[in-house]
């Protein structure tokens, strides 16, 4: 069983920056894809960042093409998401994900999700 516990949230001002944490435990960290997502209000859940094992394949959704960075520590069981030049419509809880397979971390398909970091954007 893994336990997914996101951290590094905050309220930030527009073109600023935050760095996303999840810390990682009850599992083999290095043999887990893992995701980053986010849902605003009134939203559904989307897609933001996925890395694979070892760190060598990446994912990004569109919209956060040039300003994220998903990177990993798998000495130190953690997934970071480098986020700059921040936009208000960034504000969202952001939710780390993890699950043996990249191809359906990419479509949000886990059993393992952590409770959420609150994002807040100010413009």
């Known amino acids: 069983q893994v336990q997914l516990v996101e951290s590094g949230g905050g309220l930030v001002q527009a073109g600023g920056s935050l760095r996303l944490s999840c810390a990682a435990s009850g599992g083999t960290f290095s043999t887990y894809a893992m995701g980053w997502f986010r849902q605003a209000p009134g939203k559904e859940r989307e897609f933001v960042a996925a890395i694979g094992w070892s760190g060598g394949i990446i994912y990004y959704a569109e919209f956060v093409k040039g300003r994220f960075t998903i990177s990993r520590d798998n000495a130190k069981n953690t997934v970071y998401l480098q986020m700059n030049s921040l936009k208000p419509e960034d504000t969202a809880v952001y939710y780390c994900?993890?699950?043996?397979?990249?191809?359906?971390?990419?479509?949000?398909?886990?059993?393992?999700w952590g409770r959420g970091t609150q994002v807040t954007v100010s413009s």
């Open positions: 994900a993890a699950d043996p397979s990249v191809p359906s971390i990419r479509i949000g398909i886990s059993n393992y």
